[in-house]
């Protein structure tokens, strides 16, 4: 029996389309599914839209459209991005879908039942861009004349040259005074303390998770989970009057993923739905024919991973198992956090227009040079600026010439030797210790998610096994008849190790992997790969027979 595995994305705001911040997320989840799914565990992955936020509200309006078939768009737009870069989804969810709907009133009953959701008022500061709540430590002063920011502080007073911005988005925020109802976070302090205790790896890497202790540690306030104002979004069950805040039934996704099937065809599932023709833009949880197709999967709950920035490392990591345990679910095995990346040393933001579209770099270089890049040259969790000078080089030394020549000359050479036979030997011994030394590295790495690691000790062995070429200079020994049988123990050795590596390379370059494989004539790997056990196939004893020669498969890229 297969053991399940669940991994996440976050689901992506529809106020634009996922620039390569978000692509960034989806090829580090995509890559785990990967690797997990040729372990031998039967993969979910989940992805999708957040479509119940204001932005989205805000930005239908801008383009004078009604939010539906705003939405209707946007998700197909977002679903053509994860489909270009052959993102290995098997779940797919827009937050207005009816299963989804259903999944957060069930869960909102079930905390207000359990007293956990109560009523009171609040003024709130509330950024837009965030969609979060603020209070004045998240904002900073500006001056309106000379755009300059500085932290609020008590020495300086609001005056009328002086307003108080999100740092991020640099707009003002909204205040609000309204009925709202609240999430009692405060019962959960020491629950929350006493799972971090038994969990140390929950968040991942360290340094973050030691700021979500030090942020329990301090105090947990209760949060907001309605809004008053807003029309779009789910209606609380116990007072329709009111909309569930987004990030309450945002997080429940994940959930709603694995509790009920979608329907048939979610891209036009709204386009059926009567709320198109619903100018108050209420939401109907119900429609006709859907209930049927619920199913429980319940089997893939708790996710064994979700890969969130830090940004939003605190829905994840603190509202997040608080409101689960509240809803009597399970808690999420692990938590990624990622850094976050700029793009000339600012935050890619969509409105700030400094974005990279991933499919527009990945149309233009190959989507192996952004997946490469961008996960093998920083670790995860760390923050950086995209380079593309970087990423070209990088792709131009590790895949296009160290792991191409090493390709090229297996096979020419392989060739050279004119065998009659199938190539049939044994591995050198140094080679071997380094297949050991590196291979346990790379899985280790792989057990913590660690994918810059794991890359990296890939490409080591590369680098290793293209000095024994150079060394061993088999182009010469080739010419002396009495050393056939050691060239072919070369030859041997180095088919086996681009073997290897192809293997280790595959959760990230899938398709050109089995390119590699088809042209070591090893056709059937790939079915192999995914019907049976990565570690079996590079413990197997292979032999090879090469009939012609690779294609060029990565091309090298000049810089501009
Ligand atoms: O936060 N660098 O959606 P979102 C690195 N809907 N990663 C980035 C990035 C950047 N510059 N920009 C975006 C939301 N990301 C919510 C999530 S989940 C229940 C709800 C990645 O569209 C990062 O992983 O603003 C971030 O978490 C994600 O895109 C979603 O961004």
Redesign the pocket.
């Known amino acids: 029996m297969k053991e399940n595995f669940f991994v996440t994305?976050?689901?992506?705001?529809t106020n634009g389309i996922p620039?390569i911040?978000?692509a960034?997320?989806s090829l580090i989840a995509d890559s785990i599914a990967r690797y997990q799914k040729i372990n031998w565990k039967k993969v979910k992955f989940s992805t999708w839209v957040?479509e119940n936020?204001q932005k989205a509200l805000d930005k239908a309006t801008e383009l004078g459209m009604e939010i539906i078939p705003y939405l209707d768009n946007m998700a197909k737009e977002h679903k053509k991005v994860w489909d270009w870069l052959k993102i290995e989804y098997t779940d797919f969810i827009r937050t207005t879908e009816p299963r989804h709907h259903k999944l957060v009133r069930e869960v909102l009953q079930k905390s207000f039942d359990n007293g956990d959701i109560y009523e009171g008022e609040y003024e709130w500061m509330y950024c837009v861009g965030c969609?979060s709540f603020k209070k004045d430590e998240d904002l900073v002063f500006r001056n309106k004349t000379s755009w300059e920011t500085f932290p609020v502080s008590d020495k300086v007073k609001i005056s009328e040259n002086i307003e108080k911005i999100c740092p991020d988005h640099l707009t003002v925020p909204q205040t609000l005074k309204e009925k709202n109802y609240f999430f009692r976070l405060s019962r959960y302090e020491q629950i929350l303390k006493d799972f971090y205790a038994k969990n140390p790896n929950f968040v991942m890497p360290q340094d973050r998770f030691n700021e979500v202790i030090a942020f329990v540690n301090r105090w947990l306030e209760d949060f907001s989970i309605s809004r008053e104002t807003n029309k779009f979004g789910i209606k609380l069950p116990f007072d329709e009057s009111q909309v569930t805040y987004v990030?309450y039934d945002?997080?429940f996704?994940?959930v709603t993923v694995c509790k009920y099937s979608p329907h048939p065809n979610p891209v036009t599932l709204q386009l059926q739905d009567s709320r198109v023709n619903t100018p108050s833009f209420t939401c109907l949880p119900k429609v006709e024919g859907i209930e049927q197709e619920f199913h429980n999967q319940m089997d893939f709950w708790p996710a064994d991973l979700h890969?969130?920035?830090k940004?939003?490392i605190r829905?994840h990591a603190i509202y997040w198992p608080a409101m689960l345990i509240s809803a009597w679910y399970e808690l999420p095995k692990n938590i990624l956090t990622?850094?976050?990346?700029?793009v000339d040393w600012q935050?890619?933001s969509k409105s700030l227009w400094n974005a990279i579209d991933p499919v527009e770099f990945s149309a233009k270089y190959s989507k192996d040079l952004l997946t490469l890049y961008i996960l093998s040259s920083f670790n995860i969790g760390q923050d950086w600026d995209f380079d593309q000078k970087q990423a070209i080089l990088t792709y131009n030394a590790k895949l296009a010439n160290n792991f191409w020549n090493l390709l090229n000359r297996a096979i020419v050479l392989t060739l050279k030797l004119e065998l009659d036979k199938w190539l049939s030997s044994k591995v050198d011994k140094y080679i071997a210790n380094n297949i050991k030394k590196y291979f346990s590295v790379y899985d280790e790495a792989f057990s913590k998610y660690d994918l810059k690691a794991s890359l990296d000790s890939t490409f080591r062995f590369l680098d290793s096994i293209n000095n024994f070429v150079t060394t061993k200079e088999p182009w010469v020994l080739m010419k002396d008849e009495a050393r056939k049988d050691e060239v072919e123990a070369i030859m041997y050795t180095i088919c086996e190790s681009v073997r290897l590596v192809a293997l280790n390379l595959y959760p990230f370059f899938p398709e050109k992997m089995e390119q590699i494989f088809n042209s070591l004539n090893l056709v059937w790997y790939k079915e192999l790969l995914e019907k049976w056990n990565f570690q079996a196939l590079r413990n197997k004893k292979e032999t090879f027979f090469i009939k012609e020669k690779a294609p060029i498969l990565f091309e090298k890229f000049e810089l501009e």
């Open positions: 994305t976050p689901i992506y705001y620039h911040g978000h960034y997320s957040d936020s969609e990030w945002a997080l996704n994940y890969v969130v920035w940004d939003i829905f990622t850094g976050y990346f700029t935050k890619i």
